[in-house]
Nanobody, 127 residues
Framework: VQLQASGGGSVQAGGSLRLSCAAS????????IGWFRQAPGNERERVAC????????YYSDSVKGRFTLSSDNAKNTVYLQMNNLKPEDTAVYYC?????????????????????WGKGTQVTVSS
C-alpha cells in the first residue's frame, strides 16, 4: 500500500486546513487508516483513525470536536478536516494504514508500528 499525503500549510490560530491521504496498491485494503502527528521533541501520536470495515472513527481527546475524518471510496482517499486550529496542533502529520484497526488503536503503547506510512506534511499554526 502506498500512501500519498497532502494539504499541510501554515494558518493562524482558529483557521482550518484539510489533509488528504490517497491510498493505492492494495486490492483488499487495510483495516485501519488514520492520521498521526509528531511535534518537535515529542513522540508521534495518533490523531484520528478510521475503521474501513464498519466506518467507525476514533479521535484523540485533543482534537475531538475540531477534527473530522471522512473518506471518498471512489478515490481511495481519506480526508482530515481540521477546524479551529491551535498552535499546539503544529506538527508534521503522517498518514498511516494498518491491516488491523486494533493495532492502530494500540499505537500509543509503543508496542506496535503501522504497516504503512506516508510521507509527512507540515502543519504550522501561529498564534
Amino acid at each position: 500500500v502506498q500512501l500519498q499525503a497532502s494539504g499541510g500549510g501554515s494558518v493562524q490560530a482558529g483557521g482550518s486546513l484539510r489533509l488528504s491521504c490517497a491510498a493505492s496498491g492494495s486490492s483488499s485494503g487495510p483495516d485501519g487508516i488514520g492520521w498521526f502527528r509528531q511535534a518537535p521533541g515529542n513522540e508521534r501520536e495518533r490523531v484520528a483513525c478510521f475503521n474501513t470495515g464498519n466506518g467507525r472513527t476514533y479521535y484523540s481527546d485533543s482534537v475531538k470536536g475540531r477534527f473530522t475524518l471522512s473518506s471518498d471510496n471512489a478515490k481511495n482517499t481519506v480526508y482530515l478536516q481540521m477546524n479551529n486550529l491551535k498552535p499546539e496542533d503544529t506538527a508534521v502529520y503522517y498518514c498511516a494504514a494498518d491491516r488491523t484497526i486494533a493495532t492502530m488503536l494500540r499505537y500509543h503503547t509503543g508496542l506496535y508500528d503501522m504497516d504503512y506510512w506516508g510521507k509527512g506534511t507540515q502543519v504550522t499554526v501561529s498564534s
